[in-house]
């Protein structure tokens, strides 16, 4: 059975090929894909497919190796659904749950 692997904090610089060959001294590389944007330029991270055995020995071996001034990070890929989910703020809105332009008052003015 293969495995997905994460790698993040890839050198800009570096090609898909790159990424094979420095994951095919750990085992066999099935795929290997730096991710780019729209325009092409490399995004920083890729996935890299192996045999179980392979992926395991890449993982021991080049978590946090140095790579173009850059440690690289490498971990079993999860899938989308398994990642918590980020959270911008939420709620707010104009003007708050009560009173916005000509509310009812900020204070009782009851007798004490």
Same mark, same amino acid.
């Given at each position: 059975?293969?495995?997905k692997?994460?790698?993040?904090?890839?050198?800009?610089?570096m090609?898909? #090929?790159?990424?094979?060959?420095?994951?095919?001294?750990?085992?066999?590389?099935?795929?290997?894909?730096?991710? *780019?944007?729209?325009?092409?330029?490399s995004r920083?991270?890729?996935?890299?497919?192996?045999?179980?055995?392979?992926?395991?020995?890449?993982?021991?071996?080049?978590?946090?190796?140095?790579?173009?001034?850059? *440690?690289?990070?490498?971990?079993?890929?999860?899938? *989308?659904? #398994?990642?918590?989910?980020?959270?911008?703020?939420?709620?707010?809105?104009?003007g708050?749950?009560?009173?916005?332009?000509?509310?009812?008052?900020?204070?009782?003015?009851?007798?004490?």
């Amino acid at each position: 059975m293969s495995k997905k692997l994460y790698v993040g904090n890839l050198p800009y610089s570096m090609t898909d #090929d790159e990424l094979r060959d420095t994951f095919s001294k750990a085992g066999t590389v099935e795929e290997a894909a730096v991710l *780019k944007d729209p325009t092409g330029r490399s995004r920083g991270f890729g996935f890299v497919t192996m045999d179980d055995e392979g992926a395991q020995k890449a993982i021991e071996t080049l978590n946090e190796q140095d790579m173009g001034g850059r *440690k690289l990070v490498v971990n079993e890929a999860r899938p *989308k659904t #398994d990642r918590p989910r980020r959270s911008f703020g939420g709620g707010g809105g104009f003007g708050g749950g009560r009173g916005g332009y000509g509310g009812g008052g900020g204070y009782d003015r009851g007798s004490y």
